[in-house]
């Protein structure tokens, strides 16, 4: 499952936290590998603990696309800040902006801005009874707009069963990549018989916005 070793201190934390039934909550500033080990390591112990460790890939395929989603929500806002974007009326701008500071190239020099502007991502692990929990926080609050477009997105998502299937009927080639990332997590959802409405995006309306998904373990 896990593609390196992560540090046997990390390893050992997160065992501890584990044992503690302790909530695990890992912060990054932009998509750094290291983190991402750490996380799968975490997932893997907690799904080996219930016996499902079936649900892997899917469930850390999911965690990754709402990863990168919150990183991209902070990236439009750093341009925004910047002057770089100065309105959503022209998507392909918007895309174009947010593909040159996210790329291994400038990836570190934009952690260093998101963290300059505190624009972090929060990834929590929290196993509650015989469920698992798994949010995705950032510092970016949704309009109203936005948050009626992800609940059309979400439901009309749940209707497929592939996402080519999806993105064949329901074409958006100037999308950010959220929406088409939001309809994976839907459909990955549901090839392993977890409901859409057990996978809410909500906001604030202020400071943050919040991607959780309850998976039943039992």
């Known amino acids: ?25 890992f912060l ?9 080990e750490k996380i799968k390591f975490a997932l893997a112990k907690i799904l080996e603990r219930f016996r499902k460790e079936e649900l892997f890939t899917p469930i850390i395929s999911c ?21 770089k974007i100065r309105t959503d009326d ?16 400038a990836l570190l020099e934009y952690g260093l801005k998101a963290k300059k502007y505190k624009l972090s991502t929060r990834t929590y692990l929290k196993v509650h009874g015989n469920n698992l929990i798994v949010e995705v926080i950032n510092n970016v609050p949704l309009t109203e707009k ?20 999806f993105y064949m009927e329901n074409p958006d080639p100037e999308a950010e990549g959220m929406g088409l990332g939001l309809s994976m997590v839907v459909i990955l959802l549901k090839n392993i018989n977890i409901s859409h409405k057990n996978f809410i995006v909500t906001t604030d309306g202020t400071q943050k916005t919040y991607a959780t998904i309850l998976i039943p373990l039992a």
């Open 1 to 25: 499952m896990l593609r390196k070793n992560i540090d046997t201190t990390y390893q050992t934390e997160i065992i501890t936290a584990l044992k503690n039934r302790s909530d695990l909550v």
């Open 28 to 36: 990054t500033y932009s998509g750094l590998e290291d983190t991402e």
């Open 63 to 83: 965690l990754k696309e709402l990863i990168a989603n919150a990183t991209k929500a902070n990236a439009k806002t750093i341009l925004i800040n910047e002057g």
């Open 90 to 105: 022209d998507p392909a701008n918007v895309v174009k902006q947010i593909r040159r500071i996210l790329n291994d190239e």
């Open 146 to 165: 936005e948050q009626k477009k992800i609940s059309e997105r979400i439901e009309v998502s749940s209707k497929y069963d592939n996402i080519a299937e």
